[in-house]
C-alpha cells in the first residue's frame, strides 16, 4: 500500500532537502552535458518566476538533489515552475513528448546546522556512491561548477562553500551512515531514527544546534 503523501510544511526560516526522479526512473534522453544546461536554464526560468535560495544542486542520470531556502514561503510555486520548465524543455529537446518528472517531489526541512552540513556532504557525494566520479571536485553537474556569473542568474547562496570545507566534504561515509541519513530525508523534518547508535548521533552532530541566520 502506497505511503499517504505528508503536508506541506511552508516555511521561511530552514532550507529545504529535495529530490524529485524521472518517470519511471528512466535516464534523461538527452547527453548529461547537454541536461545539466537545460537544468541551468530551468532554475534561471524558475528564479524569474518565484525567488528563492538555491544552496546547492546535485544533478544525476536520472533524478536531482536540491538544497533551497523559500524566504517567501513559496517551496511549492518554485517547484511547479521550475520542474515543469525542466520537463517541457527535456521533451522539446529529445523529441518526446511525455513528461519527464512527475509533480510530487520529496523534501525534508533542515533545522539543524550540523545535520545540514551532513547532507552538503552526502549529496556532493553521490556521483561517487555512484561509482561515476572519484572526488566530489571530480563531478561537473552539481554546484560545485557553477560560475559567477551562473550563480546571481539562480540566485545560489551555500551555506558552506567547497573550497573552504574540501576535506570534509570528500570525506567518505560508511554504509550505515548512509543508510541514517537517507531514513532521516524521509521525514518532513530532518531525523534520526530513535534506534541510531550514539556514536554515529554524535559523528553526525546530534547536539540540537539551530542554524544560524547567515
Same mark, same amino acid.
Given at each position: 500500500?502506497?505511503?499517504?503523501?505528508?503536508?506541506?510544511?511552508?516555511?521561511?526560516?530552514?532550507? $529545504?532537502?529535495?529530490?524529485?526522479? #524521472?518517470?519511471?526512473?528512466?535516464?534523461? /534522453?538527452?547527453?548529461?552535458?547537454?541536461?545539466?544546461?537545460?537544468?541551468?536554464?530551468?532554475?534561471?526560468?524558475?528564479?524569474?518566476?518565484?525567488?528563492?535560495?538555491? *544552496?546547492?544542486?546535485?544533478?544525476?542520470?536520472? @533524478? $536531482?538533489?536540491?538544497?533551497? &531556502? &523559500?524566504?517567501?514561503?513559496?517551496?511549492?510555486?518554485?517547484?511547479?515552475?521550475?520542474?515543469?520548465?525542466?520537463?517541457?524543455?527535456?521533451?522539446?529537446?529529445? *523529441?518526446?513528448?511525455?513528461?519527464?518528472?512527475?509533480? !510530487? =517531489?520529496?523534501?525534508?526541512?533542515?533545522?539543524?546546522?550540523?545535520?545540514?552540513?551532513?547532507?552538503?556532504?552526502?549529496?556532493?557525494?553521490?556521483?561517487?556512491?555512484?561509482?561515476?566520479?572519484?572526488?566530489?571536485?571530480? =563531478? /561537473? $553537474?552539481?554546484?560545485?561548477?557553477? &560560475?559567477?556569473?551562473?550563480?546571481?542568474?539562480?540566485?545560489?547562496?551555500? @551555506?558552506? @562553500? =567547497?573550497?573552504?570545507?574540501?576535506? $570534509?566534504?570528500?570525506? !567518505?561515509?560508511?554504509?550505515?551512515?548512509?543508510?541514517?541519513?537517507?531514513?532521516?530525508?524521509?521525514? /518532513?523534518?530532518?531525523?534520526?531514527?530513535?534506534? #541510531?547508535?550514539?556514536?554515529?548521533?554524535?559523528?553526525?552532530?546530534?547536539?540540537?544546534?539551530?542554524?544560524?541566520?547567515?
Amino acid at each position: 500500500m502506497a505511503m499517504p503523501r505528508k503536508s506541506l510544511i511552508r516555511q521561511s526560516k530552514f532550507p $529545504y532537502h529535495v529530490i524529485t526522479r #524521472t518517470n519511471n526512473r528512466e535516464w534523461f /534522453p538527452l547527453p548529461m552535458f547537454q541536461v545539466w544546461d537545460l537544468c541551468k536554464e530551468a532554475l534561471i526560468y524558475a528564479q524569474s518566476k518565484c525567488m528563492v535560495e538555491i *544552496n546547492c544542486f546535485v544533478l544525476m542520470s536520472n @533524478h $536531482y538533489h536540491m538544497i533551497l &531556502t &523559500t524566504p517567501n514561503e513559496d517551496i511549492d510555486i518554485f517547484m511547479r515552475f521550475f520542474n515543469s520548465r525542466f520537463s517541457s524543455l527535456l521533451a522539446k529537446n529529445s *523529441n518526446r513528448i511525455n513528461q519527464k518528472f512527475s509533480n !510530487r =517531489y520529496r523534501w525534508s526541512i533542515i533545522d539543524n546546522q550540523s545535520y545540514l552540513k551532513n547532507v552538503y556532504r552526502y549529496l556532493y557525494q553521490n556521483p561517487i556512491r555512484a561509482g561515476i566520479a572519484e572526488s566530489c571536485g571530480d =563531478y /561537473p $553537474y552539481s554546484s560545485l561548477f557553477i &560560475t559567477s556569473y551562473e550563480a546571481r542568474l539562480i540566485n545560489f547562496r551555500p @551555506h558552506f @562553500h =567547497y573550497a573552504d570545507e574540501q576535506t $570534509y566534504f570528500e570525506r !567518505r561515509f560508511g554504509a550505515d551512515t548512509i543508510s541514517i541519513l537517507k531514513r532521516a530525508l524521509k521525514h /518532513p523534518r530532518f531525523k534520526l531514527a530513535e534506534r #541510531t547508535p550514539s556514536y554515529e548521533k554524535m559523528l553526525l552532530g546530534y547536539a540540537d544546534t539551530l542554524c544560524k541566520n547567515r
